[in-house]
């Protein structure tokens, strides 16, 4: 990660409604694109330095923890062990906050050879692989292990510390670019250097790593390009993950001052992308004046900005693709996290490749790593609490709020363009909107108890639906444009009864606008995302109705009539309708 040094600092800083009005259900086979109904419940806190979270793979469902400083702890039946399951802490470096004990991999035949893998910076600065067993007890390993790999480093960040296996069966494991602003030594596009990239090693053998024959670079006529190299143009690759169903591997890389990015490798490549550091920071330039993206520049397939004073995030936190089977419409999604800001996106693609990132949760957790279960579940770490979340479903619940019949009614403009209010008229059955024959716009108002929605929910979506009475006149939607919905703040008057000044009072944004064509003699109007967070959880919202023009100048009555919510009949009257979760 980028320096987290910096980020300790950060840390440190930062350290009365009537039944018959409104009625609540879960809301039946509602499935969002990438769901936002999520919800993190903690499993364990107080953790020192938590940067990863694997399992065995062994059927035990036992999580493993790293801790930064030196441990990995097992966490089964509803706690922790009270002996750790290896402890290296008298082995590694800690000058940094990038330094300790990084990542964990177990051995895809680790249930037959109880043989695990550790990533750690030496005393040395060098980012160290080595190969560790496990003991009788299967909850504790052998104290001493044998190094596989060691890469030399004269700075304290950039270390990468990433582990996995591939379906291949090969180990994966991420370095930066040797630390230092900008790549000064320009690691990341030098293949002579381990430094920048993904390796690709066989750990099969009983000693040493080998090379597989399939490696990019293998058989180069150069023979000082290093062949353990996967894919290289990379600034600290953090965290990288392969999905579980597909073996596509996604790589996040933390940027430098303006971009984070997420990288994607297709399974079934042949390896030797280059990802552009330090020509390329994200889809930008790093240095405009001399940037021409280098030969198999690989772009990155989801960016986000710093922002102008870092307001948006500044590490980039890669995750995993969901392949569990608790939360079906989470099922296919890619999650990564900004450090810094506690934001967690879902990145998915269509069938034409094009990738979208959609903002899931704006949190306050500082995410350190993500991690799988054996059964796919997703986990992650909160640093500033020391805390492993799991990432559940929330219910998605729906609320059915009818209109209020005394402060429902119409405003009509005191005469034709001036544009303010004159006659008002509630508590009546029908409401009309458009003009009448003097060409005076009407415009209607209605009031929703959305005190009824808990405080802390979290609105997925708003819907609005009245029921046509008639048309009189010319359809208003083929001469008047589109018919709005305005949200009050939250009235628009000087409280909720109904006043003229009801008609031209600013609002609080255009929340949405309705479909011209009504089904089942019902029309509705979807707000946007933007007014969705504000509605009045505590008290009345109030919305405003009208035509974007004001007449159609034919002195005669085009108007849409709709019915009130002082009808008799419960399911005529306007209704509200929001989704929402409790978080």
């Not at 040395?124 to 009788?136: E, F, G, K, M």
């Not at 939360?327 to 998915?348: E, H, M, N, P, R």
Request: aromatic fraction near 10%; charge should be negative; hydrophobic fraction near 40%.
């Amino acid at each position: 990660m980028k320096n987290i040094v910096q980020k300790l600092f950060l840390f440190v800083a930062l350290v009365a409604v009537l039944a018959s009005a409104t009625s609540v259900t879960r809301a039946a086979g509602v499935r969002y694109a990438v769901p936002k109904n999520v919800t993190f419940e903690t499993v364990v806190s107080g953790l020192d330095d938590p940067v990863f979270v694997t399992h065995a793979g062994d059927g035990s469902n036992r999580l493993f923890v790293v801790q930064r400083v030196g441990q990995i702890l097992i966490y089964k039946n509803d706690a922790l062990n009270a002996a750790p399951f290896l402890d290296v802490s008298t082995l590694i470096s800690l000058t940094s906050g990038e330094q300790g004990l990084l990542g964990l991999a177990f051995d895809p035949d680790y249930d037959v050879n109880g043989t695990f893998y550790i990533v750690y910076t030496a005393a040395s600065y060098a980012v160290t692989l080595a190969r560790y067993t496990v003991s009788a007890d299967p909850d504790i390993a052998n104290a001493s292990g044998e190094i596989l790999l060691s890469i030399p480093k004269t700075r304290t960040n950039h270390n990468g510390g990433m582990i996995a296996f591939g379906p291949d069966g090969y180990l994966y494991m991420s370095i930066g670019d040797g630390g230092g602003p900008g790549d000064p030594d320009n690691n990341a596009q030098n293949l002579t250097t381990l430094l920048g990239n993904i390796l690709r090693l066989d750990v099969s053998g009983a000693g040493a790593y080998t090379i597989p024959p399939t490696n990019p670079y293998v058989g180069s006529s150069d023979p000082s390009i290093k062949q353990e190299i996967w894919s290289y143009g990379l600034r600290n690759p953090w965290r990288f993950s392969f999905d579980r169903a597909t073996g596509d591997i996604y790589i996040g890389d933390v940027g430098q001052h303006t971009q984070e990015e997420v990288d994607f490798q297709p399974a079934g490549v042949s390896g030797g992308q280059n990802y552009g550091w330090r020509i390329m920071e994200g889809n930008l330039c790093y240095d405009a004046a001399t940037c021409t993206p280098p030969a198999g520049y690989v772009p990155p397939v989801a960016v986000y900005e710093h922002g102008a004073s870092g307001e948006n995030g500044c590490s980039v936190t890669g995750g995993y693709v969901y392949r569990g089977s608790n939360f079906a419409s989470l099922q296919g999604v890619y999650l990564y996290a900004d450090f810094c800001y506690g934001k967690i996106w879902g990145l998915t693609r269509n069938v034409s490749d094009q990738w979208t990132s959609t903002l899931i949760a704006d949190t306050d957790y500082k995410i350190t790593s993500f991690g799988e279960d054996e059964q796919g579940e997703l986990y992650f770490f909160d640093y500033t609490t020391g805390s492993l979340l799991h990432i559940v479903e929330a219910a998605i619940l729906s609320r059915k709020i009818s209109s209020t019949p005394s402060q429902d009614g119409i405003v009509i403009e005191s005469a034709e363009n001036t544009g303010r209010g004159g006659v008002f008229t509630s508590s009546q059955l029908v409401l009309p909107v458009g003009d009448d024959a003097s060409d005076r716009q009407l415009r209607a108002v209605l009031s929703f108890n959305t005190a009824s929605v808990p405080d802390n929910a979290r609105i997925l979506s708003v819907t609005l639906k009245v029921r046509q009475k008639s048309i009189l006149g010319q359809n208003p939607f083929l001469t008047h444009g589109k018919l709005l919905v305005e949200l009050g703040n939250p009235f628009f008057g000087t409280g909720l009864n109904l006043e003229a000044v009801d008609f031209h009072a600013p609002s609080n944004g255009i929340a949405s606008s309705f479909t011209a064509t009504p089904v089942n003699n019902r029309y509705s109007a979807r707000f946007n995302a933007a007014s969705l967070t504000k509605l009045n959880l505590t008290g009345v919202t109030q919305l405003r109705l009208r035509f974007v023009l004001d007449d159609n100048d034919d002195r005669s009555r085009d108007s849409l009539q709709f019915i009130s919510g002082s009808s008799a009949t419960a399911a005529a009257r306007p209704a509200l309708i929001v989704t929402y979760f409790i978080p």
